[in-house]
């Protein structure tokens, strides 16, 4: 019974460990990051907490995604680390422009999920959801290192 309830603690003693590695490799994380790399995690995260908001409290809803459009907008600010890193000439002229692009419409289309959640509009939120979701996975796919 006593090696049972040290082997339990002993367990519970390494998963503390592994908690504490996780937030501190998270940490490290981020000091590697751009700015605008935290600022579109922001994006997400927000973005992502709307899978466990009540789908019938539109109002939080509403709220979490007004602040993933003001961490969008703060991000429209900065280049893109593979725009940035790229040589000069036309064709990274052509791909600030079209970063840019792209963080416009996703900015836009969120101020439409925000309104359709602020509407109660359940088709109009699915519909934007898609187009806000091909947006971005045009982006990452144009301007993310994977």
């Known amino acids: 019974m006593r090696i049972k309830r040290m082997k339990i603690f002993l367990g519970a003693i390494a998963f503390g460990f592994l908690g504490c590695a996780s937030a501190i490799a998270d940490e490290e994380d981020d000091k590697d990051k751009t700015p605008m790399a935290k ?16 789908k019938t409290d539109y109002a939080a809803a509403a709220t979490a995604v007004r602040e993933a459009n003001a961490a969008l907008l703060r991000s429209m600010a900065y280049v893109p680390a593979l725009v940035k890193d ?43 959801a898609k187009k806000w979701k091909k947006l971005k996975k045009e982006g990452h796919k144009k301007y993310e290192d994977d």
């Open 86 to 128: 790229m040589p000069e000439g036309d064709e990274k002229t052509i791909a600030v422009a079209d970063a840019g692009r792209l963080l416009g419409l996703n900015y836009a289309v969120l101020c439409e999920l925000e309104i359709a959640y602020l509407k109660k509009d359940d088709a109009l939120i699915k519909d934007l």
């Open 39 to 54: 600022e579109m995690k922001t994006v997400s995260e927000k973005l992502k907490s709307l899978r466990k908001i009540d």
